[in-house]
Structure formats: structure tokens, C-alpha cells
């Protein structure tokens, strides 16, 4: 019967008669085969990536994370192939992993090489005595870097304050019949609205001013004793002369630092408060400055003094005068300036050290760019603009801020990787993915894939907060595939320890794929 079918099929497709002779056995043999191997295939993709899948599998269906939310997704950036994905379009809070796509965005925006400036400047004129009948402005450029700790080797240990006060001798200048004022207008607002207050205090909630200075950051030194109620402030490094501490603080049996530090931008008072090891010398907890742009005036005022140039008013800011209506627009003219890192190293060091203020900072000079302001909301609206016009789907895409602090933020692995996607076909994509810790090495990543095939070769942002942990970045797998990942995890109910450990057992089986 099949047979004659086939013979009925060729005459039906008016073969010639002349043709040559067609075996209709041979036809029906390969049809069968092809057939098989259809089937093969078939059965091939469903079991393709078997490893990995079982993995996640076993995670998202573990009874002890019943209560989390996760979301994970991963591609083949040379196949364009999905690899694995589960609730890959979920929203989640994404914690430090955001950064990812601010420093992208930076180095788009700005190019690797670019570097931000500050500037000192004077008004008024100088009589022949060498007096300024004026003031002399620290004009910033939003460099989030100056000072900082991180690049004390480009800053030569702070030498840029002697460079400014040595360039302002140069001019002649012995006197100043005014004040230092700090110029940070170059950004409008300083805080993200949805930043908790319990967040600000602290060194990490250490916020983007047009003038930074030491990372935004103070170290406050305690001694503690054996009673519940021995703890001394013994001094707080840098010496800020206008700062105010509130001493709450109690010993307890542990030996973790459970401190912490209240106090908004712009208030020079800090309350510390909770807990510190007993009997302990000189430890040391680090918060965030009040009004980096007064202390670095107050800076500058000090290394004038030390070369016998008085200042006859306290220094000051732009924002206090324009506050008290005591503020008057002039001509200024140019001394000297200091340039930043390149925003490359800038960038690196975002990723590496998960550096909040750095990446609020680029957030901000993003708004700048893209719609001339920089209040928080508006900027993070650039950011997500950003993604939108590289055909990154924005939807169920929410940014309060760039550094990933607020839980307001909420996005999904798939928007991770997109970013990581766009970013492997840009021409900044060496600086961008020198600046994710590679694992076992360096960064938040450092202690993590120790002897796995993942070491050395997986590179990733971190993220982490409170029931909130997430991974964005690349590898390499053991069968040559060039893979883009990310993986968030909210509202888990086992340790951040045992959390960590099971996203890395699939991180690991995506690092030891050999299909």
C-alpha cells in the first residue's frame, strides 16, 4: 500500500517518464530515518542543559525558600540561545546588582577616559598689599572621588589641598578680607526621598554632593569597657570642627560591630546608637560626613592658615548664604584644578567596592546629561531611558536611586542581563567587565567558587540588604559558551549564609556545563 502511494505521489508531481528510476523503498527508508532523527533532536533540546535546570529546580522547590520570590536567567551570547530561566520577568529588589546598570550607563554616556574637575576660584580684586577684597570658592564638579582613600596614589595623600593653597599664594594673595565658600551647586538635591532615615548616618548612606571629599565618610574611635554602659568616644577621624556627637552606644558579650548612626545631610549632629564588643581599644566605626562641601572649605581654610594666610570670615557654602538671601553673583576667576580619576577607574571601583556614592554620584551627572537635572527622580527617569533606547524591555523596571540602596528599586534578572548583553557589543565593554569582581579573587565575590570551575573565570556585581540577595555578570562555561546570568532572591527565611551557598551551587553547575 505505502508502496503505491509513492508511486501515485510521483506521478502526481509529473515526473518525466524518462527520468531516472526512483526506488520507492529507498524513499520510504529515508523518510523513517529522517523522521528518527527529528525525533533525536527533539528529545536532545529537552534534555539540554539538563544539569543546570535540575539545579534551579531543586532551589525554586525547596520547601525552605517557599516563601522567597526568585528570579533567574541566563544566555548564550554567542548562540543567543536561552539557557535557563525561571520567573526571568518577575520584578524583585535587586540590592547592590543595580549598579550595573549605572556604571554602564557612565561609561556609555561618558566614554572610559572622561574625568570630573574642581576648581578654585576667587572674586573681588587684590590691592597691592596682597589682600582679597573677596572669597575664594572651591567650585565642585561632582568628582565623587576627591580624597578619597581608594585613590590616595592619584591624590598623593591629599596633596591636592597643599596644590590650592600653594596656587593661591602664587597669586599674590597673603589676605582675605572674606571666606572660603564651598560651590556645590552643580547638583540640586542630595538624598534619594526613598532612603530610610536609619540608612543616612551610616557610612553607606554617604550621599552625592557637587563637592565629596574622603568618601563622604568620618571614623569615630571608641574605647570600651566592661560595663554595659563603658563606652567613650576617644576621637573621630578627620577632626570636623562643627560636627556634634551623641554617645548612646552600650557594650554587649558578641563581638560584632551592631552600631549604627542618625543624622540627615546638612545637620552636624550624629547620634550613635546599639551595640559594641566590651573591653576593646581604639575600635573604630565608620559614618557618614555632615555637608562634605563646608568640611573641605573648612580644609582648605586650614592649609591657608598653616602658610599664614588668614581668612577674616568662617568658611561657609553657597547653599548657607543662599539660605539667609546673604549670596550675590560675581565674576570669578580661575587659579587652579584638580581633575578626578578616569571614570573607568571611577567605574571599577564602583563594582569592586559596591561604592554607594560613587554610584549615586554618576547617577546624578546621567540626569545632568540627559535632562539637565539632577534631583534624584529625574535622574534615575534618565536611567531607565537609557535601557529603553538599547531595546531593553522597561516594563516592571523601577529605580529610586543608582546605587540600589532604596527598596524602592525593583526590576528583573532578564533587564540584568539585557544590560549585560548590551554592554558585551560596546565599545567600553573592557572597562566594564574589568570592573565586576571576579570570583575568589576580588570584590563582594572574593571568598565565594573557591576550587569550582567558576574561579577565576565567573565575573559578577553583587547584590545584598536584608532578605535580599542577587548576582549579575558573566562566564564561561567547561563547553566554551560566553554566558550572561543574573539571579535575585527575595524574602528568603533560611541564614544570608545558606542563601548565598545555594545560589552558588547554581552559579557552579552554570560554570560546569558541557553541552
Same mark, same amino acid.
Given at each position: ?10 506521478? *502526481?508531481?509529473?515526473?518525466? /517518464? ?18 528518527? /532523527? ?6 536532545? !533540546? ?30 548564550? $551570547? ?164 562643627? $560636627? ?10 558578641? !563581638? ?16 550613635? *546608637?546599639?551595640? $559594641? ?60 584644578? !584638580? ?21 549615586? !554620584? ?112 558573566? /562566564? ?6 560566553? /554566558? ?22 547554581? *552559579? ?8
Amino acid at each position: 500500500m505505502k508502496t503505491y502511494l509513492l508511486f501515485n505521489l510521483i506521478l *502526481l508531481l509529473n515526473l518525466s /517518464v524518462n527520468a531516472q528510476f526512483i526506488d520507492p523503498k529507498k524513499i520510504l527508508q529515508e523518510s523513517i530515518k529522517k523522521n528518527k /532523527v527529528e525525533k533525536q533532536t527533539k528529545k536532545d !533540546t529537552v534534555e539540554k542543559f539538563s544539569t543546570l535546570k535540575k539545579q534551579i529546580k531543586e532551589i525554586t522547590g525547596d520547601s525552605t525558600l517557599k516563601n522567597a520570590s526568585i528570579s533567574f536567567y541566563a544566555y548564550d $551570547l554567542k548562540s543567543k540561545e536561552v539557557i535557563a530561566e525561571h520567573n526571568a520577568d518577575v520584578s524583585l529588589i535587586p540590592a547592590s546588582s543595580q549598579k550595573i546598570i549605572v556604571t554602564a550607563a557612565a561609561l556609555e554616556y561618558f566614554g572610559a577616559n572622561y574625568r570630573f574637575k574642581t576648581t578654585i576660584e576667587h572674586d573681588g580684586s587684590i590691592d597691592a598689599s596682597g589682600t582679597l577684597n573677596g572669597n575664594i570658592y572651591i567650585k565642585g564638579g561632582g568628582d565623587p572621588a576627591l580624597g578619597s582613600p581608594i585613590f590616595k596614589n592619584h591624590y598623593k595623600e591629599n596633596a591636592f589641598l597643599k596644590t590650592w593653597a600653594d596656587s593661591i599664594a602664587k597669586k599674590g594673595i597673603k589676605k582675605i578680607n572674606g571666606r572660603i565658600i564651598g560651590d556645590a551647586e552643580i547638583f540640586d538635591d542630595q538624598t534619594p526621598v526613598n532612603w530610610i532615615w536609619g540608612d543616612m548616618g551610616n557610612y553607606y548612606g554617604a550621599t552625592a554632593y557637587g563637592i565629596s571629599i574622603f568618601d563622604n565618610q568620618f571614623k569615630v574611635i571608641f574605647d570600651t569597657g566592661k560595663e554595659k554602659d563603658s563606652v567613650k568616644i576617644k576621637e573621630h577621624i578627620p577632626n570636623i570642627p562643627y $560636627l556634634k556627637l551623641s554617645n548612646q552606644v552600650k557594650t554587649y558579650s558578641g !563581638t560584632e560591630d551592631l552600631c549604627y548612626f542618625t543624622g540627615g545631610p546638612f545637620e552636624n549632629e550624629r547620634t550613635v *546608637l546599639g551595640y $559594641l564588643p566590651k573591653d576593646k581599644k581604639n575600635f573604630s566605626v565608620r559614618a557618614s560626613i555632615p555637608d562634605p562641601p563646608l568640611f573641605l572649605a573648612y580644609l582648605l581654610k586650614a592649609q591657608l592658615d598653616s602658610i599664614n594666610i588668614q581668612c577674616t570670615e568662617l568658611p561657609c557654602t553657597i547653599r548657607q548664604l543662599k539660605s539667609t538671601d546673604k549670596y550675590k553673583e560675581s565674576i570669578k576667576i580661575q587659579i587652579c584644578e !584638580t581633575l578626578s580619576p578616569s571614570l573607568s577607574e571611577i567605574v571599577f571601583a564602583t563594582n569592586k567596592y559596591s561604592h554607594n556614592l560613587f554610584a549615586e !554620584t554618576l547617577l546624578k551627572h546621567i540626569g545632568l546629561r540627559s535632562y539637565k537635572n539632577t534631583e534624584t527622580a529625574t535622574a534615575a527617569n534618565a536611567l531607565k531611558d537609557f535601557c529603553k533606547q538599547r531595546k531593553i524591555d522597561t516594563q516592571g523596571m523601577f529605580l529610586s536611586d543608582g546605587s540600589g540602596l532604596s527598596r524602592y528599586n525593583s526590576l528583573t534578572a532578564k533587564q540584568l542581563v539585557g544590560v549585560l548583553l548590551y554592554m558585551k557589543r560596546s565599545k567600553s565593554y573592557y572597562a566594564f567587565y574589568n570592573s565586576l569582581p571576579a570570583a575568589g579573587l576580588s570584590g563582594t565575590i572574593r571568598s565565594m567558587f573557591k576550587n569550582t570551575t567558576a574561579e577565576k573565570n565567573l565575573r559578577a556585581k553583587s547584590g545584598y540588604m536584608s532578605r535580599v540577595r542577587s548576582y549579575a555578570g558573566y /562566564v564561561t562555561t567547561k563547553s566554551n559558551r560566553d /554566558v550572561a546570568f543574573a539571579i535575585i532572591v527575595n524574602n528568603y527565611t533560611v541564614s544570608d549564609a545558606r542563601m548565598k551557598e545555594m545560589i552558588e551551587m547554581v *552559579l557552579v553547575k552554570l560554570a560546569d556545563m558541557q553541552e
